[in-house]
């Protein structure tokens, strides 16, 4: 116990008093005023007094820079007391000047600096050669810790000034600090790489894997001697892996420091680990111990965010003497181990030595107290290897007494006679339930012998899916695998993967599982071809030995079917998605660019058969620019393709061994067209944006919303792949949302029409009519809205001035002073049918009758059929208006009606209303298009009801 007491001392005294005065101690000498280099022979020591000043200012570079004022500091040794007032500052120079023998000028040479983790700008005489964090000017041999600088010498005097930034306020850190000749197989160098780089990096990150594999295991077992092990090999991996110069390329150099640092908290991992090795527990202690640790810890990690050095270097020396202080109880619990012959007794004393030396020697190198090589890091690293050996060998010695135990208790099994009678019973009763299931339940179910036969028990269903009842002792890998996709490759593993575990361990199949094919695509006699889905399981016997092997076959054809219609429907979805919100005059600008570049490309790769490096530098610009203008417009589909062919053209470029292949590159521009060809088609047939514009937003000209197309993406990408019935009713949504694209309401395409008629009834000196549509909830392609358009500015003008009458001449009939236009849309066997009528005096029968027999466009037989002379209003020139007007008499207008109708395969027919033979006789005009015009939608969910639409002109004109 006195041991342990003197050293406690110690530790406090070391930690808490401040540094002894340097500046009593410290020689008047300079050392580096003048260091004389006669040979390189042997590494030149540089340890001394050296010219330093906290002043930074870059004229101390300067070979002529004014030193009179500097200070001569301690290296190796802190900056602590160098100045009379005490304060506490990041950034030190020194300065030392180097006279060379004449017979060294033009050799190489390496200074050696170990600045630990700092800011370091070297320089030479005014030039700057070597800047961490940014520079690696010894290819091979550049330490974590001793920074190796390279220069040449070029004259006999060298004057060497390093500008050192560090919160350790450490400067020269330790050991080494020398000059060496530049020779890229000296060992010391090679030693200074391994000792201060790949041997901590070597243990950060092998402590790393061994925590976490650690906390694995306590997951598993909560035993907290693995939780303990676990966090001292994961929260102390920024102690060894922060001060890497491969971070200092990414992360600053003072965060790293504060990080290095408060890695530490993973040392009182090891103190509890040690306890619960032990069964020695301290709870109190734990606490005080652990909150400190924390408060410490955590003081410095603040400081990652905000810097603060004066607290800085109050907080650091006493973490320090906190890992030493609290370590000492390592040492007796180890004590009593030993003397008790407990694990790993020996090995927690060796390592709290070796951690004890390690510490107090890198407190001596803080304070200045001593000049040599840190050592912490390997005596925490060595203390943490041990404590993770240990738990390695414990869970080892765990795992084979759990193995002896389920040995045991196999053995207490074999024994159990009457328990395995009384199960085989059990299992024969299960057996005939089993064969009852076997005949009922709608799955393939079959076992497989080791000669590849089925088994005579199988599902009855097995039958409809192969449709064949020529199943029991069939050979298994015949039935699933002849005629199917797989190759002979996977049958042969199939073969051997049954063969070795048939009459084997169960282990076997474990091993072996991932051999068994678990889809195939079965064609069968006719020619179809079915997708099955294979479940492969081992039957096993008393003595885990596999006896049978068990095959569920489900029949996923539909399912496949589905899942790739899906696929195919979700892809037109995003695309459509990502042209809506590109402007239809950008997206057809892109288009036309980017059909016009595949252009370029295709004639300069048709124009040559030798590789040309200025043609394939055009051919990458211009694919480039395609991709970015993809990019840009968020077109994701395009984007990867377009990347691919890119990369192709700058594998070109750039690698000049890369082979011109035109008909390859000829190959990977006809997929991007493909694609481009794809985004236009979409745009133009199903979003039906033709042209480089249209008035109005993208939504005007769309009967579904973004919303509803966003919705239906959800809904194909959350719907589960493997419930049919699921994904039958997402393919639905999708289906009618997709021909929802691209289509029209009958009465937005008519309505400039309607909203015309109030100036044309004033013209004709009639009231407005209100015009009434009934659209059933049909909607009609965009495609065909241009000919509606056309063919109901005639009709509807047709019956304004030919059908409806005056207000006077209504009134007098008892009718409304207003006219009234109706028109109704249905679909019935396959055609969009249009039904015109009006409440007018009817079509003119007797007027039409003899206009026709004086222009003889009829003969008198054919002029006794009422239907023959109303379809007269239709003949090309015919009118029966007594003078030709703005409105009407040139007889082109109904003539041209029909012509429009059968260019897109319609057609426009009479039908009276009534029987009789009278002059004047009220009709309907039947307008036919084909059935793929018209689109069935429910028009509710966006707040118009289908059914009637009323629209008074009059209302319209006011």
């Avoid at 009593?24 to 300079?30: Q, T």
């Amino acid at each position: 116990m006195r041991i342990v007491r003197s050293l406690l001392i110690f530790a406090v005294f070391l930690g808490l008093l401040p540094a002894i005065s340097l500046a009593a101690d410290a020689p008047k000498v300079c050392d580096s005023c003048l260091i004389r280099v006669d040979n390189l022979d042997q590494p030149i020591k540089l340890a001394g007094n050296w010219q330093f000043t906290r002043d930074d200012s870059p004229k101390n570079k300067e070979v002529d820079a004014d030193t009179s004022h500097w200070k001569l500091a301690k290296a190796p040794g802190p900056w602590k007391n160098i100045y009379d007032d005490k304060k506490n500052f990041m950034v030190g120079w020194y300065r030392g000047t180097f006279e060379f023998n004449p017979e060294l000028q033009g050799k190489e040479v390496v200074l050696l600096l170990n600045t630990y983790m700092a800011r370091m700008d070297v320089y030479v005489d005014g030039k700057e050669v070597f800047q961490r964090p940014h520079d690696m000017n010894v290819e091979r041999y550049y330490s974590i810790q001793a920074a190796p600088v390279r220069f040449k010498v070029s004259k006999t005097r060298h004057v060497v000034t390093f500008r050192v930034a560090t919160p350790l306020m450490a400067g020269v850190y330790g050991l080494p600090f020398e000059m060496h000749k530049y020779d890229q197989h000296d060992k010391s160098l090679v030693f200074h790489q391994v000792y201060g780089g790949e041997a901590r990096v070597i243990i950060a990150y092998s402590l790393l894997t061994f925590g976490l594999f650690f906390l694995g295991v306590f997951a598993k077992t909560r035993y907290p001697l693995y939780l303990w092990a676990g966090l001292g090999g994961t929260v102390i991996f920024p102690f060894f892996a922060a001060p890497g110069d491969y971070w200092l390329k990414l992360v600053a150099p003072e965060p790293l420091v504060y990080l290095h640092y408060v890695g530490l908290l993973g040392i009182f991992s090891i103190q509890m680990f040690t306890q619960y090795l032990f069964h020695e527990f301290m709870p109190k202690r734990n606490v005080l111990i652990g909150v400190t640790y924390v408060l410490l810890c955590g003081t410095i990690g603040s400081m990652i965010v905000h810097p603060n050095l004066d607290l800085f270097q109050l907080v650091r020396p006493l973490l320090l003497v906190l890992v030493l202080v609290a370590s000492l109880p390592n040492f007796t619990m180890a004590y009593r181990a030993i003397r008790a012959k407990k694990t790993g007794g020996k090995t927690i004393m060796v390592a709290a030595l070796l951690l004890l030396a390690s510490g107090f020697n890198d407190v001596g190198l803080a304070l200045g107290k001593i000049a040599s090589v840190p050592t912490i890091s390997f005596g925490v690293g060595f203390f943490m290897m041990s404590m993770l050996v240990i738990a390695t060998r414990i869970f080892a010695q765990t795992f084979m007494d759990n193995k002896s135990l389920v040995k045991d208790l196999k053995s207490m099994n074999d024994n159990l006679e009457s328990l395995v009678a009384e199960r085989t019973e059990q299992l024969r009763e299960k057996t005939l339930d089993i064969q009852s299931m076997l005949q009922n339940m709608p799955q393939g179910v079959l076992t497989v012998t080791a000669d590849y036969n089925i088994h005579p028990e199988y599902s009855a269903y097995l039958e409809t899916i192969f449709e064949t009842k020529e199943i029991a002792g069939k050979n298994a890998i015949e039935l699933f695998f002849k005629d199917s996709s797989i190759g002979s490759d996977a049958l042969s593993q199939v073969e051997a993967a049954v063969s070795s575990c048939i009459g084997e361990d169960s282990m076997n199949f474990e091993f072996n599982s991932h051999l068994f094919v678990t889809e195939i695509d079965k064609t069968l006699a006719d020619g179809r071809i079915k997708s099955l889905e294979l479940g492969w399981s081992a039957i096993c016997d008393a003595n885990d030995m596999v006896e049978k092997l068990m095959i569920c076959v489900r029949d996923v054809t539909e399912l496949k079917r589905l899942e790739k219609e899906a696929g195919a429907q979700k892809r037109e979805l995003e695309i459509i998605g990502q042209i809506l919100a590109v402007s239809q005059e950008k997206f057809n600008d892109f288009i036309d660019g980017s059909l016009k570049f595949i252009e370029d490309n295709q004639n300069l790769i048709q124009g040559s058969e030798l590789k040309d490096l200025e043609r394939v530098n055009l051919l990458f610009r211009n694919m480039h620019t395609i991709k970015g203008n993809a990019r840009t417009y968020g077109l994701s589909h395009m984007t990867n393709l377009v990347h691919e062919t890119e990369q192709a053209y700058d594998e070109l470029r750039k690698n000049d061994e890369a082979e011109w292949v035109s008909q390859s590159l000829l190959t990977q521009l006809d997929a991007v067209k493909v694609l481009v060809d794809e985004h236009a088609r979409i745009n133009e047939h199903v979003l039906g944006r033709k042209g480089p514009g249209r008035r109005g937003s993208v939504e005007k000209y769309l009967m579904v919303e973004k919303e509803q197309v966003e919705s239906s993406l959800r809904l194909a990408s959350d719907v589960d792949q493997n419930d049919i019935v699921a994904l039958r009713g997402a393919l639905n949504q999708i289906s009618r949302t997709l021909n929802l694209i691209g289509t029209d309401r009958f009465e937005d395409v008519v309505a400039g029409i309607v909203d015309s008629l109030p100036s044309l009834a004033k013209e004709l000196g009639k009231e407005p009519p209100v015009v009434r549509i009934e659209d059933r909830g049909i909607v009609v392609r965009n495609q065909v809205s241009g000919l509606l358009k056309n063919l109901f500015t005639h009709l509807l003008r047709n019956s304004m001035d030919h059908g409806l009458e005056d207000a006077e001449t209504r009134q007098a009939h008892g009718k409304p002073a207003a006219g009234r236009i109706d028109l109704d849309l249905s679909v019935a066997d396959g055609q969009l049918i249009i039904r015109l009528r009006d409440d007018g005096r009817g079509m003119a029968i007797a007027k039409i009758r003899e206009r026709a027999l004086g222009l003889q466009m009829l003969t008198a037989e054919e002029a006794r059929s009422a239907k023959a002379v109303a379809m007269m209003i239709f003949a090309s020139g015919f009118s029966t208006a007594e003078q030709v007007t703005e409105v009407s008499g040139r007889g082109v207008g109904m003539d041209a009606v029909k012509g429009f109708l059968e260019k897109e395969g319609g057609s426009i027919d009479v039908r009276f209303l009534d029987d009789t033979e009278a002059n004047f006789r009220p009709f309907e005009l039947i307008i036919t298009l084909p059935g793929k015009f018209a689109v069935p939608s429910d028009l509710a969910q966006r707040g118009h009801a289908p059914g009637m639409a009323s629209l008074n002109a009059a209302a319209v004109a006011g």
